[in-house]
């Protein structure tokens, strides 16, 4: 294979068909309408990425429910039929252009910096998250404590992310994500300082990824048939970065082997560095835990701005698709580039691209 080539082979996974292996990883945008539905500025964003050569992109979180799911003040949603309506012109879109689109289905949970439904957030146990709300996302101070979440919340959220996804289904979404990463509900429920419970959903890490697989498990029996499901996972969180899981290597074969048990057809690990060692002591990356554990196709997000380096992360076998974040904002035609062998920029210009960019800062930024 030539030194990029790994990355343009075609892919079947789960239900869709994929061009190429290269996404666009989900970045948080705050810039959808007030009560949840897509923008302009949001189909314009997306539709940039898809001509740029993405064979796949997972959009921003979308709360899941009108409730205590919205992290965001201008998230958009997949909440509602309206919310439904509004994403199917952005998708068709995107389609037009060539890629695949999921809905990252995502409950924010005491993580929340802004929900225009309730004012309280909630978690698994009445414990704030560590750090302070981002001021990027229209955020300011420490997170406020939650509500410790009773069984009815639970079971309103696991209803809500099937709802979601049978929105998003509506919507023509060819997947969809479950946001179980970086500090939102799924995985506030995984994290052993934040999760407390003395019933099924606390204690060991078996009981604390049981939330997490039975959503996956639910939202499998009502759409796997015609949508690709995956779940997104991380140690690191927006508010605690360096986090690792207590156990190691053995909460990777618990969380990872439950995970495949599912039915999913994905998992998608982010790390700061998709190829650095998951856990000290061991040279084992977290994606290639999550491959060897689950036994399903891995998408890999961290770092990953270099495509031969991505190529060669493909080429080893563990990892079928590379997640691109900064780097994708930074280049909207990375795939084109890295095909041409063309300059990949390394930086994201100050100002532009940013959550808020207009569609006139995507316009001015040169393509290969």
């Given at each position: 294979?030539?030194?990029?080539?790994?990355?343009?082979?075609?892919?079947?996974?789960?239900?869709?068909?994929?061009?190429?292996?290269?996404?666009?990883?989900?970045?948080?945008?705050?810039?959808?309408?007030?009560?949840?539905?897509?923008?302009?500025?949001?189909?314009?964003?997306?539709?940039?990425?898809?001509?740029?050569?993405?064979?796949?992109?997972?959009?921003?979180?979308?709360?899941?429910?009108?409730?205590?799911?919205?992290?965001?003040?201008?998230?958009?949603g997949i909440a509602t039929s309206q919310?439904?309506?509004?994403?199917?012109?952005?998708?068709?879109?995107?389609?037009?252009?060539?890629?695949?689109?999921?809905?990252?289905?995502?409950?924010?949970?005491?993580?929340?910096?802004?929900?225009?439904?309730?004012?309280?957030?909630?978690?698994?146990?009445?414990?704030?998250?560590?750090?302070e709300q981002l001021p990027f996302y229209?955020?300011?101070?420490?997170?406020?404590?939650?509500?410790?979440?009773?069984?009815?919340?639970?079971?309103?959220?696991?209803?809500?992310?099937?709802?979601?996804?049978?929105?998003?289904?509506?919507?023509?979404?060819?997947?969809?994500?479950?946001?179980?990463?970086?500090?939102?509900?799924?995985?506030?429920?995984?994290?052993?300082?934040?999760?407390?419970?003395?019933?099924?959903?606390?204690?060991?890490?078996?009981?604390?990824?049981?939330?997490?697989?039975?959503?996956?498990?639910?939202?499998?029996?009502?759409?796997?048939?015609?949508?690709?499901?995956?779940?997104?996972?991380?140690?690191?969180?927006?508010?605690?970065?360096?986090?690792?899981?207590?156990?190691?290597?053995?909460?990777?074969?618990?969380?990872?082997?439950?995970?495949?048990?599912?039915?999913?057809?994905?998992?998608?690990?982010?790390?700061?560095?998709?190829?650095?060692?998951?856990?000290?002591?061991?040279?084992?990356?977290?994606?290639?835990?999550?491959?060897?554990?689950?036994?399903?196709?891995?998408?890999?997000?961290?770092?990953?701005?270099?495509?031969?380096?991505?190529?060669?992360?493909?080429?080893?076998?563990?990892?079928?698709?590379?997640?691109?974040?900064?780097?994708?904002?930074?280049?909207?035609?990375?795939?084109?580039?890295?095909?041409?062998?063309a300059h990949i920029e390394a930086d994201?210009?100050?100002?532009?691209?940013?959550?808020?960019?207009?569609?006139?800062?995507?316009?001015?930024?040169?393509?290969?």
């Open positions: 294979m030539t030194d990029v080539a790994a990355l343009f082979a075609p892919l079947i996974l789960g239900r869709t068909e994929l061009a190429n292996r290269v996404a666009l990883a989900p970045m948080t945008r705050v810039s959808g309408h007030a009560d949840g539905r897509p923008t302009d500025r949001i189909g314009g964003y997306y539709r940039r990425f898809a001509a740029g050569g993405f064979g796949l992109l997972i959009t921003e979180g979308l709360y899941t429910d009108e409730e205590a799911s919205q992290g965001y003040i201008d998230q958009p919310h439904a309506e509004a994403w199917k012109p952005l998708v068709a879109a995107v389609h037009e252009e060539g890629a695949k689109i999921f809905a990252q289905l995502m409950h924010a949970g005491a993580q929340s910096q802004g929900n225009s439904y309730v004012d309280e957030t909630r978690g698994p146990s009445a414990i704030a998250p560590r750090g229209r955020g300011s101070g420490p997170y406020p404590v939650p509500a410790a979440m009773s069984a009815g919340d639970i079971t309103a959220v696991r209803e809500g992310f099937v709802r979601a996804a049978q929105f998003a289904r509506t919507a023509g979404f060819d997947g969809v994500e479950i946001h179980g990463a970086n500090g939102y509900l799924l995985d506030q429920f995984l994290t052993d300082y934040l999760n407390e419970r003395t019933d099924q959903y606390g204690g060991d890490v078996d009981n604390r990824i049981r939330l997490t697989s039975e959503i996956a498990e639910d939202v499998v029996a009502a759409v796997g048939d015609d949508l690709t499901v995956g779940v997104r996972i991380s140690q690191g969180k927006v508010s605690d970065a360096h986090h690792k899981w207590g156990g190691g290597v053995d909460d990777a074969r618990v969380i990872f082997g439950r995970l495949g048990q599912t039915g999913i057809h994905f998992i998608h690990t982010t790390e700061y560095r998709a190829e650095a060692p998951a856990f000290e002591g061991s040279p084992v990356t977290l994606a290639e835990f999550a491959a060897t554990y689950s036994g399903l196709p891995i998408i890999a997000n961290g770092g990953l701005d270099s495509p031969s380096e991505a190529a060669a992360l493909v080429q080893r076998g563990f990892v079928d698709v590379v997640a691109l974040g900064k780097s994708a904002l930074a280049n909207r035609d990375w795939p084109v580039r890295a095909l041409k062998g994201v210009p100050d100002g532009v691209l940013g959550p808020l960019a207009t569609l006139e800062d995507w316009e001015t930024r040169p393509s290969a």
